[in-house]
Antibody, heavy 121, light 109 residues
Framework: EVQLVESGGGLVQPGGSLKLSCTASGFTFNSHEINWVRQAPGKGLEWVSYTRSSGATIYYADSVKGRFTISRDTARNSLYLQMNRLRAEDTAVYYC??????????????WGQGTLVTVSS | SVLTQPPSVSAAPGQNVTISCAGSSSNIGKNYVSWYQQLPGTAPKLLIYDNIKRPSGIPDRFSGSESGTSATLGITGLQTGDEADYYCGTWDSSLSAVVFGGGTKLTVL
């Protein structure tokens, strides 16, 4: 069974840092590109970042560029999101989402349950 | 949002509904669209990908189409369980980013 499990969310002060993890199971991690997508309370979906399975290609939304860093550890079947200089507007549920193999991007066929990040003093 | 969806649509059980997603030449005009259903308190679920394809397990009551710089999600034979938020998404070649519509809340009266 394909599973994506996020962790690392919590309450952080403005200007602080947090590192999210997404642990994958049930599929060959190297065969899929993984994304971070967030959803502010009561708002719509916002794509955050993407890394190709090789890690060679990375994209970020303009809203997080220069502050967030995506990385992946193949040995641990894990994807990470290092978030620095956090702002109140970064408050959201953060999902990791798997790109469907063989489909045009974006086709996110599996999503984690999400982890809540709250930026507040 | 870069992609424009109606904030809400509603219809009675058994009826049909369409949800539009308007974009531009830099996104829908040259890239493929996917659609997601988000039930309250849950993660989004892929409904349609590559404009028109359905993942296994998605009933054929759900369909997708695309024309020019717009895409449409169709749902036939509405059920109360279809009440959810629906999002379209695609790649924007100018922004080098995935863009989503603002979401459409479907109410089954």
């Amino acid at each position: 069974e394909v599973q994506l499990v996020e962790s690392g969310g919590g309450l952080v002060q403005p200007g602080g840092s947090l590192k999210l993890s997404c642990t994958a199971s049930g599929f060959t991690f190297n065969s899929h590109e993984i994304n971070w997508v967030r959803q502010a309370p009561g708002k719509g979906l916002e794509w955050v970042s993407y890394t190709r399975s090789s890690g060679a290609t990375i994209y970020y939304a303009d809203s997080v560029k220069g502050r967030f860093t995506i990385s992946r550890d193949t040995a641990r079947n894990s994807l990470y999101l290092q978030m620095n200089r956090l702002r109140a507007e970064d408050t959201a549920v953060y999902y990791c989402a798997r790109q469907s193999a063989g489909s045009y991007y974006p086709s996110f066929d599996y999503w984690g349950q999400g982890t809540l990040v709250t930026v507040s003093s | 949002s870069v992609l424009t969806q109606p904030p809400s649509v509603s219809a009675a059980p058994g009826q049909n509904v369409t949800i539009s997603c308007a974009g531009s030449s830099s996104n829908i005009g040259k890239n493929y669209v996917s659609w997601y259903q988000q039930l309250p308190g849950t993660a989004p679920k892929l409904l349609i990908y590559d404009n028109i394809k359905r993942p296994s397990g998605i009933p054929d009551r759900f369909s997708g189409s695309e024309s020019g710089t717009s895409a449409t999600l169709g749902i036939t034979g509405l059920q109360t369980g279809d009440e959810a938020d629906y999002y379209c998404g695609t790649w924007d070649s100018s922004l080098s980013a995935v863009v989503f519509g603002g979401g459409t809340k479907l109410t089954v009266l």
